[in-house]
């Protein structure tokens, strides 16, 4: 798996110095912290798989960054750059990710070299239920043990058939299906996943447009989303959804860019119709009241409020950083600015919300999947119907007292119970919000001038607390 070394090391690297940058806050010991950043387990493995009458060796990877709690977490890419380093410096993200958004799992990646895009469906199922009996094989998967979810080239068909796997090899165990996250409902899967981390990124980018503190002085005027000038990179899961809900919310999406080029629209355009603009001619050229952008790039670089990259790694990098007029970086993608455009951006007096608070969504709504598969019941089921009851109560109690009688419809909405779908989406807002405070709180305790640094040693300090309570290490 040398093919990518270079770049995968890099991704590591970085991400180790992002961690030693915010380690020099923590009164935790070296020790520990020595224990925090390293990966505490990796598994290789190469098995073959017969492919049109010929037989081929596939080689997997799962690593797990953090055993502090379990079970560890993280997805499965398929794709032929995956490298042991680039897999280690994603599941170190995800240990620190979880901790600051606290879901109570360590890290972890997995990745199968092999192309998801010019293999059959039936290669890439026995891929798959392969891999996962050699996971299983070596009890590195399981409800209790480390539980992977999707990512770069597999979904939730893929995470269907790991979860049909682990069964038939686990028959009976009850809380099989906790195996995986980011089934489809009909297996296990929640409602409301798919838009999590989009619905996520608005969360923390509403929570930032309202903190009068964090933007004293950056030049735009916080407050609410009403009218503020967005740009997205990427109208796929996480930028779709984040764009959707920012428009809801009163923003203009004043700009779209993708891999064939971008559109601009000072006055707004509708991302849904846009969307489906790109589906229909297979392209988001060309859509109506829009400049268009042959050059992508070129679209990052025009006047915006937020400009939220939402599409890959190391997009915003050394070579346009001075260019980003935006007054707010919203990481919905992970890794999209490279460390020397880190610093060129905060010089630049620009606001970085970091990936790794940022879109944390995904994995916030992964935990509530796991703990639906292992209380095997959907969130509402038993207490929705008593809740409206009570809401009927009220509103009868509250007609009689006034003389007044509501409308059917008024009544709908009051007395309406909480389902799952509402469930997850509290719990996914409550958890944005939190974890932002959080991390404000230790930028102002620490003299943090920036949020990438006080979001790693937020997560630092919650792990470290773990290992201190076990009273391991003097
Ligand atoms: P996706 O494949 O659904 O969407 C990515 C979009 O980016 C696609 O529409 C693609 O055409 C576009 N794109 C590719 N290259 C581009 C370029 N050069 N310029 C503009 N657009 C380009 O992927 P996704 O799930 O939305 O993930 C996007 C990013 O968010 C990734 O970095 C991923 O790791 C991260 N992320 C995703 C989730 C999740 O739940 N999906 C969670 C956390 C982080």
Same mark, same amino acid.
């Given at each position: 798996?040398?093919?990518?070394q270079?770049?995968?090391?890099?991704?590591?690297n970085s991400?180790?110095?992002?961690?030693?940058?915010a380690?020099?806050?923590?009164?935790?010991?070296?020790?520990? @912290?020595?224990?925090?950043?390293?990966?505490?387990s990796?598994?290789?493995?190469s098995?073959?798989?017969?492919v049109d009458?010929?037989?081929?060796?596939v =080689? &997997?990877?799962?690593?797990?960054?953090?055993?502090h709690?379990?079970?560890?977490?993280?997805?499965?890419?398929?794709?032929?750059?995956?490298?042991?380093?680039?897999?280690?410096? @994603?599941?170190?993200?995800?240990?620190?990710?979880?901790?600051?958004?606290?879901?109570?799992?360590?890290?972890?990646?997995?990745?199968?070299?092999?192309?998801?895009?010019?293999?059959?469906?039936?290669?890439?199922?026995?891929v798959?239920?392969?891999?996962?009996?050699?996971?299983?094989?070596?009890?590195?998967?399981?409800?209790?043990?480390?539980?992977?979810?999707?990512?770069? &080239?597999?979904?939730?068909?893929?995470m269907a058939?790991?979860a049909?796997?682990?069964?038939?090899?686990?028959?009976?165990?009850?809380?099989?299906? &906790?195996?995986?996250?980011?089934?489809?409902? &009909?297996?296990?899967?929640?409602?409301?996943?798919?838009e999590?981390?989009?619905?996520?990124?608005?969360f923390?980018?509403?929570?930032?447009?309202?903190d009068?503190?964090l933007?004293?002085?950056?030049?735009?005027?916080?407050?609410t989303?009403?009218g503020?000038?967005?740009i997205?990179?990427?109208?796929?899961?996480?930028?779709?959804?984040?764009?959707?809900?920012?428009?809801?919310?009163?923003?203009?999406?004043?700009?779209?860019? =993708?891999?064939e080029?971008?559109?601009y629209?000072?006055d707004?355009?509708?991302? =849904?119709?846009?969307?489906?603009?790109?589906?229909?001619?297979?392209?988001?050229?060309?859509?109506?009241?829009?400049?268009?952008?042959?050059?992508?790039?070129d679209?990052?670089?025009?006047?915006?409020?937020?400009?939220?990259?939402?599409?890959?790694?190391?997009?915003?990098?050394?070579?346009?950083?001075?260019?980003?007029?935006?007054?707010?970086?919203?990481?919905?993608?992970?890794?999209?600015?490279?460390?020397?455009?880190?610093?060129?951006?905060?010089?630049?007096?620009?606001?970085?919300?970091?990936?790794?608070?940022?879109?944390?969504?995904?994995?916030?709504?992964?935990?509530?999947?796991?703990?639906?598969?292992?209380?095997?019941?959907?969130?509402?089921?038993?207490?929705?119907?008593?809740?409206?009851?009570?809401?009927?109560?009220?509103?009868?109690a509250?007609?009689?007292?006034?003389g007044?009688?509501?409308?059917?419809?008024?009544?709908?909405?009051?007395?309406k119970?909480?389902?799952?779908?509402?469930?997850?989406?509290?719990?996914? =807002?409550?958890?944005?919000?939190?974890?932002?405070?959080?991390?404000?709180?230790?930028?102002?305790?620490?003299?943090?001038?920036?949020?990438?640094?006080?979001?790693?040693l937020?997560?630092?300090?919650?792990?470290?607390?773990?290992?201190?309570?076990?009273?391991?290490f003097?």
């Amino acid at each position: 798996m040398a093919e990518n070394q270079n770049e995968g090391s890099k991704f590591l690297n970085s991400v180790h110095r992002y961690f030693d940058n915010a380690a020099q806050y923590s009164s935790l010991s070296p020790g520990i @912290l020595a224990q925090i950043k390293v990966c505490n387990s990796v598994y290789k493995v190469s098995f073959p798989i017969e492919v049109d009458g010929k037989i081929e060796v596939v =080689e &997997g990877i799962r690593v797990q960054h953090s055993h502090h709690k379990l079970p560890s977490k993280g997805g499965i890419r398929f794709s032929m750059q995956v490298d042991e380093d680039e897999v280690k410096a @994603l599941a170190t993200l995800m240990t620190f990710k979880c901790a600051v958004v606290d879901v109570p799992f360590g890290g972890a990646k997995g990745g199968v070299k092999i192309n998801p895009r010019t293999s059959s469906v039936k290669t890439l199922e026995k891929v798959t239920r392969r891999y996962a009996a050699e996971l299983i094989k070596k009890n590195l998967i399981g409800p209790g043990m480390d539980v992977p979810a999707p990512d770069y &080239g597999t979904g939730s068909r893929e995470m269907a058939w790991i979860a049909d796997t682990y069964q038939a090899l686990k028959y009976g165990e009850t809380n099989a299906l &906790g195996c995986v996250t980011g089934k489809p409902v &009909g297996q296990g899967g929640i409602r409301g996943r798919a838009e999590a981390t989009g619905l996520g990124v608005y969360f923390g980018i509403r929570e930032a447009l309202a903190d009068a503190e964090l933007l004293q002085g950056k030049g735009l005027e916080g407050g609410t989303m009403e009218g503020k000038r967005i740009i997205v990179q990427g109208l796929g899961n996480v930028g779709y959804h984040a764009a959707w809900f920012c428009q809801k919310d009163g923003a203009l999406i004043t700009g779209i860019a =993708e891999r064939e080029g971008g559109i601009y629209n000072p006055d707004g355009i509708d991302v =849904e119709e846009a969307f489906k603009h790109r589906n229909q001619t297979g392209s988001i050229l060309n859509f109506k009241n829009c400049k268009n952008f042959e050059n992508t790039f070129d679209l990052l670089e025009m006047e915006c409020d937020i400009l939220l990259p939402a599409a890959l790694e190391n997009q915003i990098h050394i070579g346009n950083a001075a260019n980003i007029k935006a007054k707010i970086v919203a990481e919905g993608a992970n890794g999209p600015v490279t460390q020397e455009a880190e610093e060129i951006l905060l010089k630049n007096n620009i606001v970085i919300l970091p990936d790794l608070y940022l879109n944390a969504g995904g994995v916030t709504v992964s935990y509530f999947e796991w703990l639906k598969n292992l209380s095997n019941v959907r969130f509402g089921r038993m207490g929705k119907r008593a809740e409206e009851a009570s809401y009927k109560r009220l509103v009868n109690a509250i007609e009689s007292t006034s003389g007044k009688n509501m409308t059917a419809q008024e009544k709908a909405i009051l007395t309406k119970g909480s389902d799952e779908v509402n469930l997850v989406r509290s719990g996914l =807002e409550d958890t944005m919000i939190n974890a932002y405070h959080e991390i404000r709180d230790t930028m102002r305790q620490k003299n943090i001038p920036d949020m990438r640094t006080a979001a790693f040693l937020t997560a630092i300090e919650k792990i470290g607390v773990s290992y201190e309570a076990l009273g391991i290490f003097p």
